[in-house]
């Protein structure tokens, strides 16, 4: 398993670099500059002037240059300052990081806990009523985009209950209950796509097993249904819903930016959509790269869960 | 069958369903829109000072779309920074405040840091007496110092060395501090609203020892005001706190004032329904009555533009758009009024660019804004025919999309040229940064959505710095030797009347020669729970964006 690790980081390598070429590339090639934007509607800052300071931010220098630079500060994990704030970028995703973490762990949570029992229940009651409320909630939750969930859900919140979550993050180590309350909304929004994929996956998987030859032999040898379902069927049904999960995970990140838009949270997505539209270099390149780094770890485990849930599996 | 078969008046299957789909959408437009517009007269556009004494204490906030990227007013004018830099700063010069002005057109100027101001007979030499006592804010590294002369000579050396209020600056010749409450600014030409752009509300007064520790004022923002910037959390809050220091005794009445960074337009009417806002900003009359459903008691103040700040720009140093029949074909080919019923629901002005309040008392109509912004889409085709291009031609239309109305004006825009002049607009939506680059940049070929920043408020930035050839805010490529006289010679006119009378021929030649294609845009309304007093919203500044020093003055009545 060790060598399979190993093949796997080193090939992540690659991976990296070829995100890192695109990120730097795409930037580039996009209009405008950090300065443009900076500068806003002012109109008054002479070419003189943009000119020196853009040298002072180092962007007149060949793009070459700048990638080596760029790349070298990775590796050393200096990624340097917002060209926009003048934030050390370091400073930022120690803000950001945790309020992203928070929602997609939570959404992640949320999204497991209802969507299994769902999409088992959905299996074990195939064509009842259940069934078909498990299957309109999942497809619901498959067509609706989050931007107009979460719009509705703050409209309705405040229309109907007269409360939203408060508004102004705060961490959790601060004011946990506050905190929860920010977070609960924007979790089950993002949870709830999570959920509606997973719970499709569960029933479709569970239903396969639960016909299987050892299945038989387990009600055949009289267990009870909760043991046959939960213990014997569901961990063999698990492979496939662990690989959707994993690979909704990227859904969820692009979720986060709509989601932490509508809620007012602080987390990745903001500070990378904003980065984008002011033409951040250094915050873009380094957000994605963390996120390519993400997710290439996660697949990662995602394979190696595998022989956790399936004892047959070798890696080589 | 032929499906295009007409019928016995001469009316084929599909026109018929489409000239009874758009009857019923037009009547279903004027209907609705009547209402609406019903609705939105039924709001005061100022709302008075309270009478009562005002109370001191309690908190406020408001949620805001915008972020200040860095606190450093040299190098932004974002709305961002000076909904929070007009409350910790001052400015030498201000206008009146909610609770002064006799209504929103009161452009009264006030001391601010300055007690009193004197031009000398040419105009050249300005002379500002210093109020005395000011004291920084009592934090590190001013530790509550003494305000003076030399300050003010700094801080605007400072401006006029580098960033974006530069050319503003760079007019000065040099200063003189005889004492340390006098700064007499001696100026390279004449100009007689020297104190109206020193009131500008992004002429804060910022201090020399922040800027001399940390090399730039990106992280620190320490003034004279109301209030001290006690936290700044990017996209999350920024939080003011009462300045006991204040000079204006017994001011600020509110002890603390949270600007919280919403930018989501749903989730800030929210948070105002909710209780958490005490100021709102709405665009829509449909918007006003879906909040006055959940809300009834709030204070709503119709907001009204004195200006439009967007427009179609022409590239009218090259053909087409150099010759002046093409440029007036185009502007009489366009329905403003419909735009103004239909996307602003009747809450809007048709669009004009100096604000009118410096030339007349009332609000122009579509009428008053002469011939060539009127909608004849006969006589826009002879004149564009005159001009040589009687079948039309193909151009471009670049813009960013400032507010979810402007693409529908965009797209109106199109049809109407399309449908009038046979002009092709190949219309190129594109994200800030490329739209601003472009734009400013100045080498572009058709048409661009044009703007004039929303920062100024006098009459000189509105028509020298906005309409003179030379000046680097000549976005819309305005090269006319008349206009070029007329607001040089406005800048040294001291005479109340005849700058009105001024102002007015530049209005008329702007419009007459159709330079800049203004373009409806909406009124909006500022919002208010019942509670909240004296922080209407005055002509050119709103008191949740650039006229946020108003609200020193505000107070909670609960």
Redesign the interface.
């Known amino acids: 398993m060790y060598k399979y690790v190993l093949r796997r980081v080193l090939l992540a390598v690659p991976v990296l670099l070829l995100s890192s070429v695109i990120v730097f590339g795409l930037m580039r090639v996009m209009p405008g500059d950090a300065l443009v934007a900076l500068m806003g509607e002012s109109g008054n800052i002479g070419e003189r002037e943009l000119a020196k300071l853009r040298k002072d931010l180092r962007l007149d220098l060949p793009y070459h240059e700048q990638y080596a630079l760029w790349v070298w500060q990775m590796v050393t994990l200096r990624p340097g300052d917002s060209l926009f704030t003048g934030e050390p970028i370091t400073t930022s995703l120690k803000k950001a990081i945790p309020v992203t973490l928070e929602l997609a762990a939570l959404a992640m949570i949320l999204g497991i806990v209802i969507a299994v029992p769902i999409g088992v229940l959905s299996a074990t009651r195939q064509d009842t009523p259940s069934d078909y409320v498990g299957r309109v909630v999942a497809v619901s939750g498959l067509s609706l985009p989050d931007f107009w969930l979460g719009t509705l859900v703050i409209t309705f919140a405040a229309i109907w209950f007269h409360w939203i979550p408060p508004i102004g993050y705060v961490s959790l180590w601060d004011a946990p209950w506050r905190n929860l309350q920010q977070f609960l909304l924007p979790a089950a929004v993002l949870g709830y796509r999570l959920a509606a994929a997973t719970m499709r996956m569960t029933r479709s998987t569970v239903l396969e097993v639960l016909r299987e030859d050892y299945v038989r032999t387990a009600w055949a040898k009289g267990l009870e249904g909760r043991i046959v379902v939960y213990k014997h069927a569901l961990k063999n049904a698990l492979i496939p819903v662990v690989t959707i999960i994993g690979g909704q995970l990227g859904v969820l990140l692009a979720g986060t930016v709509v989601v932490e838009t509508i809620f007012a949270l602080p987390g990745m997505g903001r500070l990378t959509v904003e980065a984008i539209l002011f033409r951040d270099y250094p915050v873009v390149q380094t957000n994605v790269m963390l996120v390519a780094g993400t997710l290439v770890t996660l697949n990662l485990l995602v394979d190696l869960s595998y022989a956790w849930l399936d004892p047959r599996i070798r890696y080589r | 069958m032929p499906t295009d078969a007409t019928g016995p008046h001469g009316v084929n299957r599909r026109q018929f369903l489409a000239r009874t789909a758009a009857g019923l959408g037009a009547a279903a437009a004027v209907g609705a829109a009547r209402p609406r517009r019903a609705a939105a007269a039924s709001y005061p556009d100022w709302i008075p000072r309270s009478d009562k004494p005002g109370k001191r204490g309690g908190s406020m906030a408001r949620?805001s779309a915008w972020d200040p990227?860095?606190l450093d007013p040299r190098?932004?004018?974002?709305v961002g920074l000076y909904q929070t830099a007009g409350l910790t700063s001052n400015r030498l010069v201000r206008y009146a405040f909610a609770d002064e002005a006799s209504g929103p057109s009161d452009m009264t100027l006030k001391g601010d840091l300055a007690e009193s101001w004197q031009s000398s007979p040419d105009h050249r030499v300005w002379t500002f007496k210093l109020r005395p006592g000011v004291k920084w804010q009592n934090v590190a590294p001013l530790n509550g110092r003494e305000f003076v002369a030399a300050d003010v000579k700094y801080c605007f050396e400072q401006y006029a060395k580098?960033?974006?209020?530069?050319?503003?600056f760079q007019e000065i010749e040099g200063f003189e501090t005889p004492d340390k409450h006098t700064v007499r600014i001696h100026l390279k030409t004449p100009n007689v609203f020297l104190a109206q752009n020193l009131a500008e509300p992004i002429a804060i007064l910022f201090a020399k020892e922040v800027l001399e520790e940390d090399g730039?004022l990106?992280?620190r923002l320490i003034g004279t005001g109301p209030y001290i910037l006690k936290e700044h959390?990017?996209?999350?809050?920024m939080v003011l706190q009462r300045n006991p220091d204040y000079f204006d005794k017994d001011r600020p009445l509110v002890d603390e004032y949270?600007i919280?960074?919403?930018?989501?337009a749903?989730?800030r009417?929210?948070?105002f329904?909710?209780?958490?806002a005490d100021i709102l900003w709405v665009a829509s009359p449909s918007e006003v009555e879906t909040l006055r459903k959940?809300n009834p008691n709030v204070l709503v103040q119709s907001y009204h533009n004195t200006l439009a700040p967007f427009g179609v720009a022409l590239a009218q140093d090259r053909p087409p758009f150099n010759d002046v029949r093409v440029r007036r074909a185009i502007s009489m080919a366009i329905d403003r009024q419909k735009m103004v019923d239909t996307v602003f629901e009747g809450h809007g002005i048709p669009g004009w660019g100096v604000p009118y309040i410096y030339y007349t008392d009332k609000q122009p109509t579509l009428a008053q804004l002469g011939p060539w912004f009127q909608f004849k889409p006969a006589e826009a085709k002879k004149l564009l025919a005159d001009a040589g291009h009687p079948n039309g031609f193909s151009t471009t239309l670049f813009y960013y999309e400032y507010f979810p109305q402007m693409t529908s004006e965009v797209q109106l825009v199109q049809q109407d040229l399309k449908r009038n002049l046979n002009i092709d607009v190949k219309i190129t939506k594109l994200?800030?940064?490329?739209y601003?680059?472009?734009y400013?940049d100045n080498k572009w070929d058709g048409m661009s959505w044009g703007?004039?920043?929303?920062h100024a408020i006098g009459v000189d930035e509105r028509t020298y710095q906005y309409l003179y050839s030379k000046s680097?805010?000549n976005?819309f490529r305005v090269n006319d030797p008349v206009l070029d006289e007329l607001t040089l010679k406005l800048r040294q006119t001291p005479d109340v009347a005849q700058q009105r009378a001024l102002t007015k021929k530049i209005v008329d030649r702007e419009f007459d020669q159709a330079l800049r294609l203004w373009m409806p845009y909406d009124n909006g309304f500022m919002v208010f729970q019942p509670h909240v007093r004296n922080a209407a919203a005055a002509a050119l500044r709103r008191s949740d964006g650039y006229g946020s020093p108003t609200l020193a003055r505000t107070w909670l009545d609960k």
């Open positions: 949620p990227p860095m190098m932004t004018q974002s580098e960033g974006v209020q530069s050319f503003n730039d990106k992280k959390t990017r996209k999350v809050r949270t919280l960074s919403t930018p989501d749903a989730t009417l929210a948070t329904r909710t209780g958490q959940t994200d800030y940064t490329t601003y680059g472009r400013v703007f004039q920043s929303g680097p805010k976005f």
